[in-house]
């Protein structure tokens, strides 16, 4: 059995943190075409992690038409993942669509629909559901050593760090939103995994865009997907507050690409009422109970996957075997609606109803 062709398309930052690199060191893997709008970006990813075989080209409709591939990496900004993933899909190939799955849950919904209509996979980029602490938190919720889960809470917080101002991260009409669809789609997404995903019942939020509307105004240290493009806009919250209530847990957050508190505040807290675990994000998490009169509080050792490697290593799988795993589409569509259901509250101004 030959190796599995791939296509990545959108050659920027996750193509090149992740997808070239997992799909590139991966045996059974042959990475057929990089492709992005600017020839230069898929030229470079197609020298890096392609081989003499790779194409660098411009337009995906390309390379989805190509019938020895079967699977493609959409790694494009937020506005373009529907589309091109229903294209994808439509052309018969299984899809890996980075996180958010879509601008919005019923964008999300048509992806779904597409994936069924061809009956093709489509995973989404959830990567901490292959994270190894992540799991251990799963396992441990499951055994019933927290007990009753009853509350989650997520902090996603950092100190002046708007990604790209004025560039695609912080226009509305390309990113759908701000810091919630960018770093809170992943803590929520998590802890969806972990609980079980319940079924959501209400949400309320509060957003806000206070220090970085006036561009030219705005002080950084450093600007992750910059510089600054002043010529842009800002038009996306860089601050929210919200609540969930699920079947299950209420879930509280907050989320901060930029506040006036220089400190990283990155974590998400179980409580339950035999125990509570505080998992900080992409780190390891600390157990807390108690044993015969005594609290306990329990910090483990384990070795840590690639989740990258293993995230992208499973979609070729499953693919060929045309099987839904823990990253499909069909588990993800609850973070999707709760995230819409926020954007939607705050917008209102009062609480919205499943």
Same mark, same amino acid.
């Given at each position: 059995?030959?190796?599995?062709?791939?296509?990545?398309?959108?050659?920027?930052?996750?193509?090149?943190?992740?997808?070239?690199?997992?799909?590139?060191? !991966?045996?059974?893997?042959?990475?057929?075409?990089?492709?992005?709008?600017?020839?230069?970006?898929?030229?470079?990813?197609?020298?890096?992690?392609?081989?003499?075989?790779?194409?660098?080209?411009?337009?995906?409709?390309?390379?989805?038409?190509?019938?020895?591939?079967?699977?493609?990496?959409?790694?494009?900004?937020?506005?373009?993942?529907?589309?091109?993933?229903?294209?994808?899909?439509?052309? %018969?190939?299984?899809?890996?669509?980075?996180?958010?799955?879509?601008?919005?849950?019923?964008?999300?919904?048509?992806?779904? /629909?597409?994936?069924?209509?061809?009956?093709?996979?489509?995973?989404?980029?959830?990567?901490?559901?292959? !994270?190894?602490?992540?799991?251990?938190?799963?396992?441990?919720?499951?055994?019933?050593?927290?007990?009753?889960?009853?509350?989650?809470?997520?902090?996603?917080?950092?100190?002046?760090?708007?990604?790209?101002?004025?560039?695609?991260?912080?226009?509305?009409?390309?990113?759908?939103?701000?810091?919630?669809?960018?770093?809170?789609?992943?803590?929520?997404?998590?802890?969806?995994?972990?609980?079980?995903?319940?079924?959501?019942?209400?949400?309320?939020?509060?957003?806000? !865009? +206070?220090?970085? +509307?006036?561009?030219?105004?705005?002080?950084?240290?450093?600007?992750?997907? %910059?510089?600054?493009?002043?010529?842009? +806009?800002?038009?996306?919250?860089?601050?929210?507050?919200?609540?969930?209530?699920?079947?299950?847990?209420?879930?509280?957050?907050?989320?901060?690409?930029?506040?006036?508190?220089?400190?990283?505040?990155?974590?998400?807290?179980?409580?339950?009422?035999?125990?509570?675990?505080?998992?900080?994000?992409?780190?390891?998490?600390?157990?807390?109970?108690?044993?015969?009169?005594?609290?306990?509080?329990?910090?483990?050792?384990?070795?840590?996957?690639?989740?990258?490697?293993?995230?992208?290593?499973?979609?070729? +799988?499953?693919?060929?075997? !045309?099987?839904?795993?823990?990253?499909?589409?069909?588990?993800?569509?609850?973070?999707? /609606?709760?995230?819409?259901?926020?954007?939607?509250?705050?917008?209102?101004?009062?609480?919205?109803?499943?």
């Amino acid at each position: 059995m030959g190796k599995t062709k791939v296509v990545i398309i959108g050659c920027g930052t996750i193509a090149n943190a992740a997808h070239g690199p997992s799909y590139g060191k !991966n045996p059974d893997v042959e990475i057929a075409y990089c492709v992005d709008i600017i020839p230069e970006r898929a030229k470079a990813l197609a020298t890096t992690y392609g081989d003499a075989n790779t194409k660098a080209i411009t337009d995906y409709r390309e390379a989805i038409a190509d019938p020895a591939v079967t699977c493609v990496s959409v790694c494009v900004p937020n506005y373009l993942h529907a589309p091109i993933t229903i294209d994808c899909l439509n052309a %018969g190939k299984h899809v890996l669509c980075e996180k958010p799955a879509a601008m919005n849950y019923a964008e999300a919904v048509s992806m779904k /629909q597409a994936a069924d209509r061809n009956d093709r996979i489509l995973n989404i980029g959830v990567v901490n559901r292959f !994270n190894t602490a992540v799991n251990k938190v799963k396992e441990l919720i499951a055994a019933g050593e927290l007990g009753d889960v009853y509350h989650v809470y997520c902090s996603f917080r950092s100190y002046r760090s708007i990604p790209g101002l004025g560039g695609p991260f912080t226009n509305k009409e390309l990113a759908g939103g701000g810091v919630l669809i960018d770093w809170g789609v992943h803590f929520l997404d998590l802890i969806n995994y972990c609980i079980g995903g319940p079924a959501m019942k209400s949400a309320t939020a509060s957003t806000y !865009n +206070k220090l970085g +509307k006036n561009l030219r105004e705005y002080v950084f240290t450093n600007m992750w997907a %910059g510089p600054p493009n002043y010529e842009g +806009k800002c038009d996306v919250e860089e601050f929210i507050t919200g609540m969930i209530r699920t079947e299950g847990p209420t879930i509280t957050l907050n989320g901060a690409w930029a506040q006036n508190i220089d400190e990283n505040a990155m974590f998400i807290e179980f409580l339950g009422d035999k125990g509570g675990i505080k998992l900080d994000y992409g780190a390891n998490f600390t157990f807390y109970s108690t044993k015969e009169g005594m609290l306990t509080k329990t910090t483990p050792a384990f070795n840590m996957a690639d989740m990258f490697y293993d995230e992208l290593d499973a979609f070729v +799988k499953c693919a060929a075997k !045309n099987e839904k795993i823990r990253s499909h589409i069909d588990q993800v569509l609850v973070t999707a /609606q709760m995230m819409d259901a926020l954007y939607q509250s705050a917008d209102t101004g009062r609480e919205v109803l499943a």
